[in-house]
């Protein structure tokens, strides 16, 4: 008897739970964007069709229009798509569609740590940090210009031999960003700088597994834990000489007046959060521009060319050359636009109850733009499925900056180094195929270039390349 109803006790708890989900699913579906019918509690995940969105969005779009939902088993996220979407939601309503995401995945990277109102005072923090220690301006651009040097000896040593630049190109864009918030550069050959590039190339593979997660954030935890310590024992208030001493010199001042923003813990999510974005876009696009320079050789021959005519052979480019240099310039532009986008896996949140057209957004809800789908919008590009500098020129081949292109994101959450990353693309870039003429190796040279880079997304491996010294 006893058994019998705690089984039928049973039954009526799990018919609750199904008829209250059913219920407010329901609901939320109801105010939000159409989309594919979800299945009870597993929502789209599972369904072929929809997932993995980057392969199906287009037949979603097609059939639901630039803004629909999906599920994220019991979680609703809404997609937009297309450059006047996005731009709408980002830029013309960027307070509503600035909240930080909340999810398993996300609580287990941060530890629970860092608050949507943490967040922004961080973030306010390290803008004014970074630009006090010269992001877009001259000095930072010598750092750049010493390192593109470290670089150029580095692929010198190839000897003309096929290699995977993967490794030395993340390890320079790397040490850049270190120099700013260690005060320090490494070696290319440093063990612990190369574990910890690992876990940044790893990263850049964007969130395989939970545990592959756990594991590469510990590590780069532990990374960053050991630099504080280091910083904490040789603080000199009078001799500021990076992010972190500023960290901990704000945190000093704050523990006076018992906020516990600037502790520890956002300290070590902030550096890791800056080496991961610092890092990881720019060395995507660093090896594109290669593999699109390998594989389209009278492009390389054209940028080459007008180096030349800028430039001597024994002067290194400098950021007051980008101007003379337009068809350099849209090239690297057109870099940013063509590869599949490799910054649409978090999304953000409304931050706010939501009016946005002729939907109604609960406060939290998931967003996701898809930039790929911006910079492939054929109402914004000529020929958005080719990689074509004309994009970015003009009738008298000046350059001409695009609207469409939001390869930093935009918005509240827009990225804080995109001034860096600019310059880093460039002097890297230029003085690359100053030194060096690129070729693929092997099985790549027969492949087209679409093919390459969705292979390269899908493996997180580059092909492998020479780099042959031009003769100065």
């Known amino acids: 008897m006893e058994v019998a109803v705690t089984g039928a006790l049973f039954l009526l708890w799990v018919l609750f739970i199904f008829i209250f989900y059913s219920f407010k699913m329901y609901k939320e579906k109801s105010q939000l964007p159409p989309g594919p019918t979800p299945w009870f509690f597993l929502g789209n995940l599972l369904q072929k069709d929809v997932m993995p969105l980057n392969k199906n969005y287009s037949k979603l779009v097609e059939k639901y229009g630039p803004m629909f939902t999906i599920w994220m088993g019991p979680k609703p996220m809404v997609v937009l798509c297309g450059f006047d979407v996005v731009k709408d939601a980002l830029v013309d309503h960027a307070e509503a569609f600035g909240g930080r995401i909340n999810s398993p995945i996300i609580d287990r990277v941060t530890k629970g740590h860092g608050s949507d109102i943490e967040w922004r005072e961080l973030r306010r923090f390290t803008v004014m940090t970074l630009r006090d220690f010269g992001m877009g301006k001259r000095s930072m651009s010598e750092r750049v210009q010493e390192e593109a040097v470290r670089l150029v000896e580095a692929l010198a040593a190839t000897k003309g031999q096929g290699f995977d630049p993967t490794t030395r190109i993340t390890s320079a864009v790397s040490n850049v960003i270190s120099s700013v918030i260690f005060g320090t550069r490494f070696d290319y050959a440093d063990k ?102 390998a594989k389209l050789p009278h492009i390389q021959a054209k940028v080459q060319q007008e180096i030349d005519e800028v430039m001597s052979a024994t002067r290194a480019p400098s950021m007051e050359d980008r101007v003379r240099m337009p068809f350099t310039n849209a090239v690297i532009h057109e870099i940013l636009r063509y590869p599949p986008s490799i910054n649409e896996t978090i999304p953000r949140t409304t931050s706010c109850d939501t009016k946005f057209r002729g939907f109604t957004f609960p406060k939290g809800t998931a967003v996701a733009p898809m930039f790929t789908t911006v910079h492939r919008d054929p109402l914004q590009w000529e020929t958005p499925e080719q990689f074509n500098p004309g994009h970015f020129l003009d009738e008298k081949g000046q350059f001409k900056k695009k609207d ?69």
């Open 404 to 472: 469409a292109l939001i390869a930093f994101s935009a918005g509240k959450r827009a990225c804080v180094g995109e001034a860096l990353a600019r310059m880093e693309l460039f002097l890297f870039f230029s003085t690359l195929l100053q030194n060096f003429t690129f070729q693929l190796v092997g099985a790549a040279k027969d492949m087209d270039l679409a093919s390459l880079f969705t292979e390269f997304r899908a493996k997180n491996v580059s092909p492998l390349m020479k780099a042959i010294r031009r003769s100065m």
């Open 192 to 293: 612990t700088f190369l574990e910890h590039q690992r876990i940044i190339e790893n990263e850049v593979g964007l969130f395989r597994t939970i545990l592959g997660i756990t594991v590469n954030i510990a590590r780069a935890h532990l990374y960053i834990y050991r630099g504080i310590g280091l910083h904490r024992q040789t603080l000199d208030p009078q001799n500021i000489r990076d992010y972190i001493d500023c960290f901990l010199i704000k945190s000093e001042k704050e523990q006076r007046c018992a906020s516990d923003t600037f502790r520890t813990e956002n300290l070590v999510m902030t550096v890791f959060g800056l080496f991961l974005a610092g890092t990881g876009t720019t060395s995507f696009a660093l090896i594109s521009g290669l593999m699109v320079m």
